[in-house]
């Protein structure tokens, strides 16, 4: 298939079409493990029900996540596909890496300010301090003020600043290596096991993370913990080290699963946007040969 020239404008706009096709459909499919997954993490919680699951409930909270998600994916993709073809132009080829980790980091920055509150009324709603999220919205900025839409804020881009950049990384790497070796380009299966397998990895490192970022999301105003070190801490003391992995099965399930469907919708989309675009290039061109012979 010839290749469509560099646009950014183009690639901005594909990726956040993908980005957000892909997004929503991992987290339609997934939301029930990610609330077993949080429920799991909040356990100390559990006079709000964070201990118990009701089956019932898994899906709480996903309409308000969607809501979120959708812009929040589109943004990220569509931030990390021109900056990372940009990066690439400027970095050796040999340190092709360290394009891929700056692109994903920047596009997680860029897109936590919407992703942030979006985690947090899902989780407040998840963990049953809620029932629905405008109540969550409205109860949590009379309460904690707006700055309450971003607790944990600090924990949510230590978390996922590192995640997005170590995905995506290895995500990229993996596929430029197995495309070296088939001598060919990837297909949709592939894409999407090179996606699964890149999810889980970073899933798993990344789960204390992930443990201190929902216990500083949920607390709300009872201020249990005073930021992320005083978590940690407390969590170590009180709980022990091996409560920085609780949630990892599910995590591990949760993200390796949601990354090979990511993966898997998002080159699609990006393929099927790429060969519109160039057949509506193809036409442009026949019609204007064909208006020049006139």
Known sequence: MREEP????????????????????????LYPIDTIKTRLQ?????????????????YSGVACNLAGVLPASAIFVGIYEPTKQKLLKLFPENLSTFAHLTAGAIGGAVSSFIRVPTEVVKQRIQTGHFTSAPDAIRLIVAKEGFRGLYAGYKSFL???????ALQFCIYEQLRIG????????????ENALIGAFAGAITGAITTPLDVMK?????QGSVNQYNGLLNCAQTIFREEGPAAFLKGIGPRVLW????GSIF???????????SQKRLDQDLKSSQSAVINNKR
């Open 214 to 218: 929902t216990r500083l999301m949920v």
């Open 178 to 189: 197995y495309k070296i070796a088939a001598r060919r380009d990837l297909n949709d299966p």
């Open 6 to 29: 560099f646009n950014p404008l183009h690639v901005l706009l594909d990726g956040a079409i993908a980005g957000a096709a892909a997004g929503g459909v991992v987290e339609a499919v």
């Open 158 to 164: 230590l978390r996922d600043l590192p995640f997005d």
């Open 255 to 258: 993200i390796g699963i949601g």
């Open 263 to 273: 993966f898997g919708v998002l080159e699609r989309t990006k393929l099927l946007l």
């Open 42 to 58: 909040a356990v100390v919680f559990a006079a709000h029900g964070g201990s118990r699951i009701h089956w019932k409930d898994l």
